[in-house]
């Protein structure tokens, strides 16, 4: 069936640190790809998204590029901020459905 | 444009008790999900309606939850009765269509059975 796997957490980087966080994917036909982030104490926001193979996605200077090939759709910034602190979602939209990673926790230290 | 509206925001109850959660989809978008998250995990999909009719309720857990979309706009989810292992936060989310378009999640009730 679809699947997400994202790396565990909690990733902890002082400010102004290149960020990585891996998501790979399982999905038949053609998915769509999402990051959502969820800053505490509130809802679920969608982040960036991709639609297809070698789109990438960007937002908030955040970057994912969907690598068909190699079934992944890894999240990076070049300079955190204290802000980004959060919990981030990897999501494959397929047949209809949204499926969820486990969540990412960074946290990031001025 | 406002955004997905949930209410209560917190909810405890103990055991075997009956609870209710409501939410209003963005205006216009016909497609409503209601999510379950367990701590530690990602959200877990309960049911799909677009408009007023049920898409996918495969997972939803039918013997102790309901979920209805009268008119097809606002909906509510109730759990009756509740056990410990509901304690979740419920989300509630929209989209304009289902397929490839966005979903807009609102804030989350966060249930505490006890």
């Known amino acids: 069936g679809n699947s997400v796997t994202q790396m565990e957490g909690p990733v902890t980087l002082s400010e102004e640190a290149f960020l990585t966080i891996n998501c790979t994917y399982t999905?038949?036909?053609?998915?769509?790809l999402f990051w959502y982030v969820q800053y505490p104490g509130e809802g679920l926001q969608l982040l960036l998204k991709a639609t297809k193979a070698d789109d990438k996605g960007s937002n908030k200077g955040f970057e994912a590029t969907y690598r068909k090939e190699t079934t992944s759709f890894h999240l990076e910034k070049g300079s955190v901020q204290v802000s980004d602190s959060a919990v981030y979602f990897c999501?494959?939209?397929?047949?209809?459905?949204?499926?969820f990673g486990t969540g990412t926790r960074l946290q990031v230290f001025p | 444009e406002a955004g997905v509206a949930q209410s209560p925001r917190y909810k405890i109850i103990e055991k075997r008790q009956s609870v209710a959660f409501w939410c209003n989809p963005i205006s216009g978008h016909a497609t409503l999900y209601w999510y379950q998250q367990i701590l530690g995990q990602g959200p877990k999909l309960l049911i799909q309606?677009?408009?007023?009719?049920?898409?996918?309720d495969s997972q939803l857990p039918k013997d102790r939850f309901s979920a209805e979309r009268l008119k097809g706009v606002d909906s509510t989810l109730k759990i009756q009765p509740a056990k410990l292992e509901d304690s979740a936060v419920y989300l509630c989310a929209s989209s304009l269509v289902a397929g490839t378009d966005t979903q807009y999640f609102g804030p989350g009730t966060r249930l505490t059975v006890l």
């Open positions: 999501c494959v939209l397929a047949t209809d459905k949204l499926i």
């Open positions: 309606f677009q408009n007023n009719g049920v898409v996918d």
């Open positions: 999905a038949t036909g053609y998915p769509s």
